[in-house]
T-cell receptor, first 116, second 112 residues
Framework: GAVVSQHPSRVICKSGTSVKIECRSL??????MFWYRQFPKQSLMLMAT?????????EQGVEKDKFLINHASLTLSTLTVTSAHPEDSSFYIC????????????FGPGTRLTVL | DAKTTQPTSMDCAEGRAANLPCNHS???????VYWYRQIHSQGPQYIIH???NNETNEMASLIITEDRKSSTLILPHATLRDTAVYYC?????????????FGTGTRLTIIP
């Protein structure tokens, strides 16, 4: 299947700092990528849809100034958590659509963010 | 997108077929049924999807009822590595722009 990577896999930071998470599609180009967040023992919640070359579309309740998304190329989207706080600690997962015909999303392995 | 209903949890003996049901009685004609699974602390893994016909791939089979109001994911010979949360998701295809809405899924435990 299609391969999507994320970096870093795990990050610990101090409260008030910013953290950047990268999502890459390794063997295909993705015009659309999605960012999800998952709190312990909960399901995945979509945060935003990232489109190459345009502004991201955020879900209701997700602060666009706090979660900055940049989709600068067809293989890379980044999520920056600005001024992170302990409540931002979560599992962040991206996905990418391999082709629009099958419209199947392939997910990255996730990034575990812990804010102290 | 149509809502889905899945059992909260299921057990299956190793080596046996695991049959995971999903109800989607409000599904629309242009909506597909997708199955993903999530092994603990990993990103979801795509398994299979279908519209009307039954589908089979190297991982599983998807059986969709004729009225499309329910479906069953079949793992033919379950192994311990199949222990995961399985999500049944119904959504329309929209040329790569359609988001996935995850429910609570079925926690499948394969028992040795």
């Amino acid at each position: 299947g299609a391969v999507v990577s994320q970096h870093p896999s795990r990050v610990i930071c101090k409260s008030g700092t910013s953290v950047k998470i990268e999502c890459r599609s390794l063997d295909f180009q993705a015009t659309t990528m999605f960012w999800y967040r998952q709190f312990p023992k909960q399901s995945l919640m979509l945060m935003a849809t990232s489109n190459e070359g345009s502004k991201a579309t955020y879900e209701q309740g997700v602060e666009k100034d706090k979660f900055l998304i940049n989709h600068a190329s067809l293989t890379l989207s980044t999520l920056t958590v600005t001024s992170a706080h302990p409540e931002d600690s979560s599992f962040y997962i991206c996905s990418a659509v391999r082709d629009w015909i099958t419209d199947t999303q392939y997910f990255g392995p996730g990034t575990r963010l812990t804010v102290l | 997108d149509a809502k889905t209903t899945q059992p909260t949890s299921m057990d299956c003996a190793e080596g046996r077929a695991a049959n995971l049901p999903c109800n989607h009685s409000t599904i629309s004609g242009n909506e597909y049924v997708y199955w993903y699974r999530q092994i603990h602390s990993q990103g979801p893994q795509y398994i299979i999807h279908g519209l009307k016909n039954n589908e089979t791939n190297e991982m599983a089979s998807l059986i969709i009822t004729e009225d499309r109001k329910s479906s069953t994911l079949i793992l033919p010979h379950a192994t311990l590595r199949d222990t995961a949360v399985y999500y049944c998701i119904v959504r329309a295809s929209n040329f790569g722009n359609e988001k996935l809405t995850f429910g609570t899924g079925t926690r499948l435990t394969i028992i040795p």
